[in-house]
């Protein structure tokens, strides 16, 4: 089921924890009963929101969370464009500007797109295709995510637009937030305690590709919660020693508990 003991958890939100203001049924409690048991971090490739407001989302829905315990793919995004000297040309949704405050973005040499659905027109896209094309600009995805859950349904995540990108220009974008290796460990190095390996970590979330396989291939153990964008055979995608799948994050709790109790 599990490589080690496992120690520390690392949480995916949107369709994990809740979907836009409702919480999943019972998970507030079972987050609760779980800090008893491991360490967690809540890792969230959220890139429409900042971490202002997705922590105020979350007290909403009744959630006992700190704000440094959340790591989006904003923030390791923002960590990118400062060690790099970027200049961004950012395509990210308003809300998700706040995380972006002071950052110099005149005489753009990079691209960085996130989820974004207003901005996803012909003349935002071929901005961005004609500075990647003709100066040179790097492309980075804040993350490549097929597709999303809200509540009337499936919506199309900005891997669409990253790949045309990728596609016309022929240039491969970095991917900051999940599954990048260096996002996860950005999570885990935050946690003051020790013994905190990729084998005693246990990443939970509905994203059977960003989350689960994602995190199998770097080394972490993985559940796979069958609540917001799981759909039905997803879980024949993750390698059958490493697959454990459950009914939501109530259940996944349970099933960490119970081998940390053995
Ligand atoms: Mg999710």
């Known amino acids: 089921m599990f490589k080690a003991s496992i120690k520390t958890t690392l949480i995916d939100?949107?369709?994990?924890?809740?979907?836009?203001?409702?919480?999943?049924?019972?998970?507030?409690?079972?987050?609760?009963?779980?800090?008893?048991?491991?360490?967690?971090?809540?890792?969230?490739?959220?890139?429409k929101e900042s971490i202002n407001k997705l922590h105020g989302r979350l007290l909403k829905c009744g959630f006992k969370i700190e704000k440094d315990e959340i790591f989006t793919s904003l923030s390791s995004a923002r960590k990118l464009?400062?060690?790099?000297?970027?200049?961004?040309?950012?395509?990210?949704?308003?809300?998700?500007?706040?995380?972006?405050?002071?950052?110099?973005?005149?005489?753009?040499?990079?691209?960085?797109?996130?989820?974004?659905?207003?901005k996803f027109n012909n003349e935002t896209m071929n901005k961005a295709f004609r500075l990647i094309k003709d100066q040179n600009?790097?492309?980075?995805?804040?993350?490549?995510?097929?597709?999303?859950?809200?509540?009337?349904?499936?919506?199309?995540?900005?891997?669409?637009?990253?790949?045309?990108?990728?596609y016309s220009t022929g240039i491969q974008a970095k991917v900051v937030g999940k599954p990048n290796r260096m996002f996860f460990e950005m999570a885990l190095s935050s946690l003051k305690s020790e013994n905190n390996s990729f084998e005693n970590t246990v990443m939970i979330g509905d994203d059977v590709n960003d989350d689960v396989i994602g995190a199998i291939e770097n080394g972490l153990n993985a559940i796979l919660v069958?609540?917001?964008?799981?759909?039905?055979?997803?879980?024949?995608?993750?390698?059958?020693d490493n697959r454990n799948v459950v009914k939501s994050f109530v259940e996944a709790v349970e099933l960490i508990v119970n081998h940390v109790k053995q």
């Open 13 to 47: 939100l949107s369709g994990t924890l809740h979907i836009e203001d409702s919480p999943i049924f019972g998970a507030v409690e079972a987050l609760e009963k779980l800090r008893k048991y491991t360490n967690v971090r809540f890792v969230t490739n959220t890139t």
């Open 81 to 118: 464009i400062e060690s790099e000297k970027l200049r961004p040309f950012l395509i990210l949704d308003d809300d998700a500007m706040e995380d972006f405050e002071g950052i110099e973005t005149s005489n753009p040499n990079a691209v960085v797109i996130g989820l974004a659905p207003k």
């Open 137 to 166: 600009a790097q492309l980075i995805a804040i993350h490549k995510g097929r597709y999303y859950q809200k509540n009337d349904g499936l919506h199309l995540g900005p891997g669409a637009y990253v790949t045309g990108l990728e």
């Open 226 to 240: 069958k609540t917001g964008k799981y759909r039905e055979g997803d879980e024949i995608k993750i390698p059958i």
